[in-house]
């Protein structure tokens, strides 16, 4: 399965495009979004108020301008309301959403942030199998997309998804 695990800082990575974990607005914050504003430059900003928000679960694309990456995917998460909000199926569409958009701008590689389990307290051992589980679906809708990693920024949040990852290949 073309999906893996990585620990780092997304903004370093080097893929076609990286996905922000943002808010409604698109107009930046804290966490993984205001990391990547910073490192992206004041004319990702520019982009993205041209863009007039985005729903809970869809995604939108922008340049990467000072980033490695091509393209920034900006996909605003559920907010954790306890599990009985849709929380589970708006953060499998957050996945979905944006891999199926990079694929339509023909990126081959795509790394994904651990949406919605920062700030927005989506308990992360129940995000990982659902965020797996849905970039291995929406990928084998996917035309150009080769490589999935999803860059963890801490050692813990990396052993949650290289277990859930080892899970899901044991059950096929
Ligand atoms: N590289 C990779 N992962 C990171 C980085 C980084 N540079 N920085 C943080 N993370 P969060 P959310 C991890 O809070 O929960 C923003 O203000 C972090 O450790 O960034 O979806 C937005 O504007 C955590 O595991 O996103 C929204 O208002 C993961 O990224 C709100 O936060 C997600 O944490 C979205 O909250």
């Not at 849709?86 to 590689?109: P, V, W």
């Not at 129940?126 to 990693?149: G, M």
Request: with cysteine; charged share 20%; net charge negative.
């Amino acid at each position: 399965m073309p999906i893996y695990i990585d620990q780092g800082d997304i903004t370093q990575f080097h893929a076609d495009a990286i996905v922000n974990a943002a808010n409604t607005s698109l107009l930046g914050g804290g966490g993984v979004d205001g990391a990547i504003h910073r490192e992206a430059g004041p004319e990702l900003l520019a982009e993205c108020r041209t863009l007039g928000g985005c729903a809970t679960g869809e995604a939108k694309l922008t340049k990467g301008y000072r980033l490695p990456a091509r393209f920034v995917i900006h996909t605003p998460g559920p907010v954790w309301h306890g599990g009985d909000q849709n929380e589970d199926a708006l953060l499998a569409s957050c996945y979905r959403s944006s891999l199926l958009l990079a694929d339509a701008h023909g990126c081959e590689t795509v790394a994904f942030p651990s949406i919605s389990t920062g700030a927005y307290h989506f308990p992360i051992r129940r995000a990982a199998p659902i965020a797996l589980a849905a970039l291995r679906e929406a990928l084998d809708e996917c035309r150009h997309v080769q490589e999935v990693t999803i860059v963890c920024h801490s050692e813990p949040d990396w052993a949650v998804y290289d277990h859930a990852l080892r899970a899901l290949e044991e059950r096929g």
